[in-house]
């Protein structure tokens, strides 16, 4: 039987064929989907695991217990599972593990653009990358084989383009996988110096093993084309040159590392001119020089963003070809922006009037930075805010300390943010810390985390208690609000930024995106008391606009949240009489 699926949901179905009994993950466009389609599958325990670095670690239990597992992420995920993953090159599994890791060329939900094959070739794991759906399924399960029979764990790059696209996929049935006999074995398991010393040496005879078997692998083919030109190439870059050049003659690669040399040398020999393309760094094009092949790459192609067929084909063949996507300039800009009824809004509104000095993190209320609000001074990783407006009352002493704060998601604290909370507990620190708890994991779909009551499955579970836990790290300021009580949340702020010791302040309003949550009436505007002064725009709801003439709002956007009738001074908004509105 055949279906049409994601290649995050072949992914999960890959590993659902291969027996698989463990998936862990935190949320992450654009790998989400990974873990939501394995949670459908009752054969396969799954959860969404505080951060990624616990996520691989479990996995890894499960692993060295004989199972099978697989852990999923976006590529700045790895860089929090990045511990584990190093030593467990070292260690080797027992079941076969496998991550998945996805990319996002381009930057499209994410905060740096970097490329994971590198984390392949620093810890010599090998990784695997598929281009389609099909392949998605077809490499995760030859991931297993591969784990399993060289005693690693492997690696699955996925881009934003494979991940999110469909096609259509082959399904099989669920091999009958049993568990491996767990046996207590300190040397392979116990990585202190003796130990890790002996196993590095393990390590470097299972690479020389695994560059033999790149060599032999039907992972990487030749299709043989015009030989005129030769492209080296993977992932989503394949469909793009395919798409582009038509039939010149290609080595698709589906393990880029370690990278087949054999096989290369092979194929630069039959062909007149050789191209590498891939996105983002030339990690391809470097090792193919580095065997003394001259090869023509990112002297064409940028290092920055996604490729095309299009740019493929003005680069290669200098000349524009009628393809199938439109020109970028074409498409119409759509800026993000904080949903109507977003509790966030009001937080950054006060904020903002406030002048406050703000450390932003990730999730929904990042879009805090951009107009009208522009209220957050800083974004760097998941709980940096915390630890970095810790930093900045060192630098900058008192006077500072008391107009800057952090802000910093309910999920993401529990991500990241309690350890950072810990240092400026332990260390003297007098910085306010405001939780935007919206009772889920909103931007990347509406994710349960450990503080929601609720695992991955929907099964009830105990939910973590934000206010006890900050009080439980030392914190002896902890401030509960509703963020559209404005005048409340205004008078908390002042008094906790001026007060000594550590403060946490919890915005506590769930996201109006949830089924349960139900507004008032849709608002309207009394023009008899409107006076135009424009204060209700600062909000940014994209329900409130400008006519030119006079302030208007959107029925079909308004939720009736009611948080521009508690701004307005002058009464403008009201609700309108015997109407209900949904927040989903």
């Not at 697989?70 to 584990?84: E, Q, R, T």
């Not at 990690?283 to 920055?304: A, S, Y």
């Not at 009394?526 to 409130?544: E, H, N, Q, T």
């Amino acid at each position: 039987m055949k279906m049409l699926l994601l290649g995050n949901e072949a992914v999960a179905r890959g590993a659902y064929e291969s027996g698989a009994t463990v998936a862990t993950a935190y949320p992450g466009t654009p790998s989400t989907e990974i873990t939501e389609a394995l949670a459908r599958y009752e054969e396969i325990y799954s959860e969404w695991s505080t951060n990624e670095k616990v996520a691989l670690e479990v996995a890894a239990g499960a692993s060295f217990a004989g199972a099978r597992a697989i852990c999923s992420m976006k590529h700045v995920g790895l860089n929090v599972a990045a511990d584990p993953l190093f030593t467990l090159a070292y260690t080797g599994v027992n079941g076969g593990l496998v991550i998945a890791v996805a990319d996002d060329p381009g930057m499209h939900s994410s905060q740096n653009e970097q490329d994971s094959r590198f984390y392949a070739r620093a810890a010599r794991i090998p990784m695997l990358e598929p281009s389609d759906s099909q392949e998605c399924k077809d490499f995760v399960k030859e991931a297993f084989y591969l784990s399993e029979k060289f005693d690693t764990p492997v690696l699955v790059r996925l881009t934003t383009r494979v991940a999110h696209s469909r096609s259509m996929v082959e399904l099989g049935e669920r091999e009958d996988y049993r568990l491996k006999e767990y046996v207590k074995d300190e040397g392979k398991y116990v990585m202190m110096p003796a130990m890790a010393r002996k196993r590095h040496g393990e390590l470097e005879k299972r690479m020389a093993k695994i560059r033999e078997f790149a060599d032999e692998s039907l992972l990487n083919r030749i299709e043989w084309g015009d030989r005129s030109i030769g492209v080296i190439t993977s992932g989503v870059a394949y469909q793009y040159a395919r798409e582009a050049l038509g039939d010149v003659s290609y080595l698709k690669l589906g393990m880029v590392y370690p990278l087949p040399r054999k096989l290369i040398a092979r194929f630069a020999k039959e062909v007149e001119t050789l191209y590498v393309i891939e996105e983002l760094e030339p990690f391809i094009e470097d090792q193919v020089r580095k065997m003394g092949i001259k090869v023509i790459g990112k002297e064409l192609f940028p290092v920055v963003g996604e490729l095309s067929a299009r740019l493929i084909s003005e680069r290669v063949l200098g000349k524009k070809k009628e393809l199938m996507d439109p020109p970028l300039e074409q498409l119409p800009v759509r800026p993000p922006v904080m949903c109507p009824g977003c509790p966030h809004r009001a937080v950054f509104y006060v904020l903002k009037k406030l002048r406050f000095t703000v450390n932003g993190d990730i999730g929904c209320y990042t879009l805090g930075a951009l107009p009208p609000a522009r209220a957050m001074d800083t974004c760097l990783c998941m709980g940096a805010s915390v630890g970095m407006a810790h930093g900045m009352e060192k630098a900058r002493g008192a006077d500072f300390r008391k107009k800057t704060v952090a802000v910093i998601g309910d999920s993401t604290f529990i991500h990241s943010g309690i350890t950072p909370l810990i240092d400026l507990v332990y260390n003297k620190g007098n910085s306010t810390v405001i939780i935007l708890d919206n009772s889920i994991t909103a931007m990347t779909g509406h994710q349960h985390n450990p503080s929601t009551g609720y695992t991955i499955k929907g099964e009830p579970t105990i939910a973590v208690d934000l206010v006890k836990l900050a009080e439980a790290v030392g914190v002896k300021r902890v401030r509960l609000v509703d963020p559209f009580e404005l005048k409340e949340l205004e008078k908390i702020l002042k008094e906790e930024t001026q007060a000594d010791g550590p403060s946490v302040i919890i915005a506590k309003r769930p996201c109006a995106l949830l089924k349960q949550v139900k507004f008032g009436p849709q608002v309207t505007v009394d023009r008899s008391k409107c006076k135009y002064c424009k204060a209700c725009m600062v909000l940014g709801c994209p329900a409130i606009s400008d006519t030119g003439d006079g302030i208007k709002v959107d029925e079909a956007l308004c939720v009736g949240c009611g948080l521009c009738i508690e701004l307005c001074r002058f009464g403008a908004f009201v609700k309108k009489a015997g109407e209900k509105s949904g927040g989903a």
